[in-house]
């Protein structure tokens, strides 16, 4: 059963961690130092996230001088762990062991014996070779793993066959075995073996094996010895290149991997092609229109103003100089000589189209919020990619959600100062902007509750979700399960960090001036009334009918990266290819950015001028394609279940895909804010 520290075994702690810290952080060791086998978890193999700690199994204290009955033993002494290790479920205590660096005596074995198995250990036993649990342990950073049983039938009867008395085909024993319809029995391997390389004064390299013929049956009152023999032997390989066996180099660098940034890149090159077309093509024409029936009521004014007739009618020509048809195919024409052409499409809404989105607080606070998410990953990732200059990121435990919680904190500002400058460039198009007195009062308000919304919004998700998988946790008693202390320095980190720079960016953002030389930061005028939106429009042009595809483009974009990410998180891969990552945001960017112009285009082409939440639904749709594709992988990709592991694969995937929405949405919006006052900027109206 999981043992309770003593005071002095606290204070033990402490002075084992002044002493190892040299070593482990330097992993430079000396003949004769003493090295440290740390373990970390134990659990299911197919869930990952339900973990325990090591001696929630009732294995026994190593009989060394760190045995608890010693006064200076370090047994199940607890590491000190940063913010990033506990919240990656790291729960690393000293496993008694005694290993000295480069021991020439030719191997070590450590023995213990537990008391007899009482009903409840070996239950818990008997669950851990049923649910195939396995082991981590840690020795100078590095991790090793193994199985802690097996589900076996009769070993004795095996051993009489011909499998062989060192049981080196159980696999077919146990085959054979199920076929007869046999019962299966919960075996404990009882010797390990510990072989540690070193080159020169650094530990390189650490392999754990299991002996088959130690599988010893578990059963109540029954005592079990084990047996862990530790060798220690030279080797050739470079430091540098230690943690290289960890990474699976043909799994994340296949021709698969390699084909879908391709593929990714051929999307966006064909997207760029359609948005060339819309801004050449079409665009052209429009200006044309526009400008001929602008510059031809322009004449007649200036004819009537003369007093000044013509008798010859000139034909109204396109931007090619060609002549306009009518239905029939003739030359149109109108009275006095020319006819005018009507506005119709985006033009139509320029009174109206920078009239200020519904729930614009809301709308500023989800929009800084996703400026923070573009500026925390981008950060993450680049940190990542900067692996060599500083250490690469998955050596080093909880590196990543380190870097998360900085970038994070610090990327504050940027979510205050983009929600203060978007909710000041449309407040003055609103109702109470526009009234002076309401200005002074109601603007008060807004600003207060769009500040209010930037800071709270994203913690507040985040503080609803977690809770929920703590609780679980904790009654579970699993190591990822954050323990009060953490959970008190989050907090302070959000107050004193995080919510002082949300404040400031949004007061810098409240205070920047947006216009340029310009008073008014809009092409056009917004007018007071707004314009209706038609009704009767074709389907192209109806925002829900172009979101989906707007989403699914952007999703193919990455889907293949998302099942590289995915089996990182959830089946023990160490994903360590950045560049492709990097690569693959940069595609997710361009891809998201011009399908959401394609939308905005179609939907302003059908005189519907509330294209703001429209831009940012078209992003953001690529969340709902990842959650989707998450519970694919769930029921066809792992073998996960219970309860535990359930809720923390499906909060966590929520948690990734509202954050990759908001993150999408945001650019979509971007993008088409861009396109919008780009078209608007060259058009003469009225």
């Not at 066996?245 to 593929?263: C, G, P, V």
């Not at 229109?289 to 004014?301: C, I, K, S, W």
Request: net charge negative.
């Amino acid at each position: 059963m999981k043992q309770i520290l003593s005071p002095h075994t606290l204070l033990t702690t402490l002075s084992l961690v002044a002493v190892a810290t040299g070593d482990e952080y330097t992993h430079r060791y000396k003949k004769g130092d003493r090295v440290d086998l740390w373990v970390n978890k134990v659990g299911p193999y197919a869930n990952p996230q339900e973990a325990y700690e090591y001696y929630t199994l009732p294995y026994c204290a190593p009989d060394t001088k760190h045995h608890p009955s010693n006064e200076n033993g370090a047994f199940n002494a607890l590491k000190a762990h940063s913010i990033g290790e506990r919240l990656g479920g790291h729960a690393l205590r000293h496993s008694g062991h005694d290993l000295v660096f480069a021991d020439d005596k030719g191997g070590v074995l450590e023995t213990c014996t537990t008391d007899a198995l009482t009903e409840e250990q070996t239950a818990l036993f008997a669950t851990a070779a049923n649910d195939q649990w396995f082991y981590q342990m840690y020795v100078d950073d590095l991790p090793v793993w193994g199985m802690v049983g097996e589900m076996l039938p009769d070993l004795d009867a095996a051993k009489s066959e011909k499998f062989g008395s060192d049981l080196s085909h159980l696999e077919e024993a146990v085959a054979k075995h199920a076929l007869e319809g046999g019962k299966l029995t919960p075996y404990v391997y009882t010797k390990r073996t510990l072989v540690v390389s070193y080159n020169d004064d650094r530990i390189v390299k650490v392999d754990l094996t299991s002996d088959p013929s130690s599988l010893k049956e578990v059963k109540k009152g029954m005592a079990l010895t084990f047996e862990l023999d530790i060798q220690w032997a030279k080797t050739n390989t470079p430091f540098h290149s230690r943690f290289d066996r960890y990474l699976d180099h043909a799994f994340f660098k296949h021709q698969i991997h390699w084909f879908s940034i391709f593929n990714s890149f051929m999307m966006v090159l064909f997207l760029m092609g359609l948005v060339a077309l819309i801004l050449l093509r079409t665009l052209r024409k429009d200006y044309a229109r526009y400008a001929l029936n602008h510059g031809g009521r322009d004449l007649e004014m200036a004819e009537q103003h003369d007093h000044h007739g013509s008798d010859e009618e000139e034909e109204d020509v396109d931007e090619n100089g060609k002549p306009l048809l009518d239905e029939g195919g003739r030359p149109s024409s109108g009275p006095g000589g020319r006819m005018g052409v009507e506005d119709s499409g985006w033009k139509q809404v320029h009174g109206d189209v920078f009239r200020a989105p519904k729930f614009l607080p809301l709308l500023a606070a989800i929009l800084g919020t996703g400026w923070q998410l573009v500026t925390l990953v981008m950060g993450v990732v680049l940190f990542a990619v900067a692996g060599p200059l500083h250490g690469a990121v998955h050596e080093e435990r909880g590196e990543v959600l380190h870097a998360i919680l900085v970038f994070y904190s610090l990327s504050s500002i940027v979510a205050g100062y983009a929600s203060g400058s978007y909710f000041k460039l449309y407040f003055a198009t609103t109702p109470a902007g526009r009234s002076k007195g309401g200005a002074a009062a109601g603007g008060t308000t807004q600003w207060q509750l769009t500040m209010a919304l930037t800071v709270l919004l994203l913690p507040t998700i985040l503080v609803g979700i977690l809770s929920v998988l703590n609780f679980i946790a904790l009654c579970y008693q699993t190591i990822y399960y954050i323990p009060f202390l953490v959970l008190l320095k989050l907090f302070f980190l959000w107050v004193f960090v995080s919510v002082p720079l949300c404040i400031l960016g949004t007061l810098l953002g409240r205070h920047a001036k947006l216009g340029g030389k310009k008073s008014d930061p809009f092409p056009c005028r917004v007018n007071a009334i707004p314009r209706p939106i038609p009704d009767d429009i074709q389907w192209y042009g109806v925002p829900a009918n172009l979101i989906p595809f707007a989403g699914l483009l952007s999703f193919g974009s990455i889907f293949i990266e998302l099942y590289y990410i995915l089996t990182s998180l959830w089946n023990y891969k160490f994903y360590h290819v950045y560049g492709f990552l990097l690569g693959v945001y940069a595609i997710l960017c361009l891809v998201v950015c011009m399908t959401t112009v394609i939308v905005v285009y179609f939907c302003l082409n059908s005189e519907n001028y509330l294209w703001q939440w429209t831009a940012f639904y078209s992003g953001s749709s690529t969340a709902l394609y990842v959650f989707l594709y998450s519970i694919y992988y769930f029921v066809f990709k792992t073998s996960m279940n219970g309860l535990v592991q359930t809720s923390f694969y499906f909060g966590y995937m929520l948690l990734i895909s509202l954050g990759v929405g908001t993150l999408c949405g945001t650019l979509g919006h971007w993008a088409a804010n861009k396109f919008v006052r780009t078209i608007f900027q060259n058009v003469k109206v009225d």
